[in-house]
């Protein structure tokens, strides 16, 4: 049971998988891939990360345990790796990007087994249908049903962002405040933002219309928002949370949301600029969105685009940022998030 470099799989495959894994590249270094051979000795199954503890021998003939994260349970057993498949004693190989702080920790992409099955943490359901083997859901005519993230070449969710550029007097010390890798609100299984909700890869939302109301549902985080059709403004003196006080309206076909009452928070938990230390795009409690939700039935995409505004920490508006999703057949399963550090290994 030797760890080692993998010198089979490309670096270039390796971001093209884990890269959709949301806040990888400030934990992860993808040019520098992992194998590591072993005996599990505990699965840790929690969302919205799951750790796979294998014992396994060094090239120094020592015997060490390696901590390796991934996708939450959820996703992964909806992708055929179940916790059945890692229980402690199982020996198994798995392979994917070492951490940058810790040699003995990585994230891994795919996992083998001594019979022969070798298995992807994006499953079947990452490659197109055509390629997947899965059977095609049901056109869409309208904005509602199940959706899934579709994959868009390039798209990072830790990297460059011009707006910290933009930051006012007050935005800049919010930001100088942030330590990302102590202050995530992920940690804390708070949703973080409405667009890092839209943005969760491999978990499906549904949108439903109830009355005088569209429901959106999350997968991700157990997130539910309520987006009042009947409204035409927010409370004034209304609680102030993460995800804001939703009220919305149909122009044709588009739902447009329109969100205030915001809780100062965090956009962006992962800032990568180059030449800079890893920091966070925080906003105020002066942030208003709107958000943009049509369905183009040509190419059967929701296409979902988000503005935003903030004058109090930021010199400028935000650029639109839109998110494609495809139809899915998935049914939204209980995420139950495990806080970090908390309740189980912190990353």
Not at 221 to 242: A, Q
Not at 330 to 347: A, H, I, Q, Y
Request: hydrophobic share 35%.
């Amino acid at each position: 049971m030797i760890r080692k470099i993998a010198t089979l799989i490309a670096a270039a495959s390796i971001a093209t998988v884990a890269g959709a894994h949301h806040s990888f590249e400030p934990h992860f270094d993808n040019k520098k891939p992992v194998s590591i051979s072993g005996k599990v000795t505990q699965y840790e199954a929690r969302n919205p990360h799951s750790y796979l503890h294998i014992q396994a021998v060094d090239e120094n003939g020592r015997t060490q345990e390696y901590i390796c994260e991934s996708h939450g349970v959820t996703q992964l057993t909806r992708n055929g790796i179940t916790p059945a498949m890692l229980k402690p004693g199982t020996l198994l190989r798995v392979d994917g990007s070492q951490s940058r702080n810790d040699v003995h920790r990585c994230f891994f992409n795919n996992v083998y087994f001594p019979d022969g099955r070798a298995l992807n943490v994006n499953g079947p359901r990452g490659a197109p249908v055509a390629q997947s083997g899965l059977p095609a859901p049901a056109p869409r005519k309208d904005i509602f049903g199940t959706w899934l993230l579709a994959p868009m070449p390039g798209r990072l969710t830790a990297g460059p962002q011009p707006m910290i550029q933009s930051l006012t007097e007050a935005g800049k010390a919010a930001v100088a405040r942030y330590n990302p890798f102590k202050d995530d609100p992920a940690f804390r299984c708070d949703p973080v933002a409405v667009r890092r909700v839209w943005g969760a890869p491999g978990t499906p939302l549904s949108i439903t219309r109830e009355k005088d109301r569209v429901i959106l549902r999350h997968e991700w985080m157990d997130v539910k928002r309520i987006v009042y059709l009947d409204m035409r403004e927010h409370p004034k003196g209304g609680k102030r949370t993460s995800l804001g006080h939703s009220i919305g309206r149909f122009e044709g076909d588009t739902l447009v949301i329109e969100t205030g009452n915001y809780a100062a928070g965090v956009l962006n938990q992962y800032v990568e600029m180059p030449g800079q230390p890893t920091r966070g795009l925080l906003h105020s409690a002066a942030l208003t969105s709107v958000e943009r939700v049509r369905l183009d039935a040509a190419r059967q995409r929701l296409v979902v685009e988000i503005t935003m505004k903030d004058p109090e920490f930021f010199t400028r508006d935000f650029d639109a940022y839109t998110l494609e999703f495809g139809p899915s057949d998935l049914k939204l399963e209980p995420f139950n998030c495990s806080r970090e550090g908390v309740d189980g290994t912190l990353r």
